[in-house]
T-cell receptor, first 114, second 114 residues
Framework: AQTVTQSQPEMSVQEAETVTLSCTYDTSESDYYLFWYKQPPSRQMILVIRQEAYKQQNATENRFSVNFQKAAKSFSLKISDSQLGDAAMYFCACLMDSNYQLIWGAGTKLIIKP | GAGVSQSPSNKVTEKGKDVELRCDPISGHTALYWYRQSLGQGLEFLIYFQGNSAPDKSGLPSDRFSAERTGGSVSTLTIQRTQQEDSAVYLC????????????FGPGTRLLVL
């Protein structure tokens, strides 16, 4: 069975500093897609970044970047220059190429200290 | 519309009553998904629609739960004879196609069963 694991229930970072959120996954498939979603208190699930497993280059979106290690099945999210608005729950998810159902991690609560 | 919309935003009901939750996906998206998020937990897949048909209903927790989609657009999730354990946030998502595609989420409906 496919699983996604986020080992950090909560992380905190000082405003303007950098923080890395961890995610590991387990799948036997070769083609899949990885996502980081952000869920602020408003509870809207917002896409942060997406990575295709067949791409070697790590995805980046402004202050957000990933470290995708396919052999290690690791997909961490780095947030640079943290802002107060980044405070939220962050969920890692995996979509198998042969499937349609997102497999979710348990989430990491990110706290930004002013 | 610009994004996925859901109504109502919040619903409080008494145990044993029926409730209907509505999802309006992004225009042109053929795939639609329902998830449930219990307090402090990740997302649990409920059901998926491709067009008006639901190829996979395996995630529905009991026969009290049903869903339909009409005209390839709006979907309704119905919970009959609600129980307190049904209290959760119900999230709807849509994607252009069911595979390989990013799922975009609505703001969710928070259901509280008293």
């Amino acid at each position: 069975a496919q699983t996604v694991t986020q080992s950090q229930p909560e992380m905190s970072v000082q405003e303007a500093e950098t923080v890395t959120l961890s995610c590991t996954y387990d799948t036997s498939e070769s083609d899949y897609y990885l996502f980081w979603y952000k869920q602020p208190p408003s509870r809207q699930m917002i896409l942060v970044i997406r990575q295709e497993a067949y791409k070697q280059q790590n995805a980046t979106e402004n202050r957000f970047s990933v470290n995708f290690q396919k052999a290690a099945k690791s997909f961490s999210l780095k947030i640079s220059d943290s802002q107060l608005g980044d405070a939220a729950m962050y969920f890692c998810a995996c979509l198998m190429d042969s499937n349609y159902q997102l497999i979710w991690g348990a989430g990491t609560k990110l706290i930004i200290k002013p | 519309g610009a994004g996925v919309s859901q109504s109502p935003s919040n619903k409080v009901t008494e145990k044993g009553k029926d409730v209907e939750l509505r999802c309006d996906p992004i225009s042109g998206h053929t795939a639609l998904y329902w998830y449930r998020q219990s307090l402090g937990q990740g997302l649990e897949f409920l059901i998926y629609f491709q067009g008006n048909s639901a190829p996979d209903k395996s995630g529905l927790p009991s026969d009290r739960f049903s869903a339909e989609r009409t005209g390839g657009s709006v979907s309704t999730l119905t919970i009959q004879r609600t129980q307190q354990e049904d209290s959760a946030v119900y999230l709807c998502a849509s994607s252009l196609r069911p595979d390989q595609e990013t799922q975009y989420f609505g703001p969710g409906t928070r259901l509280l069963v008293l």
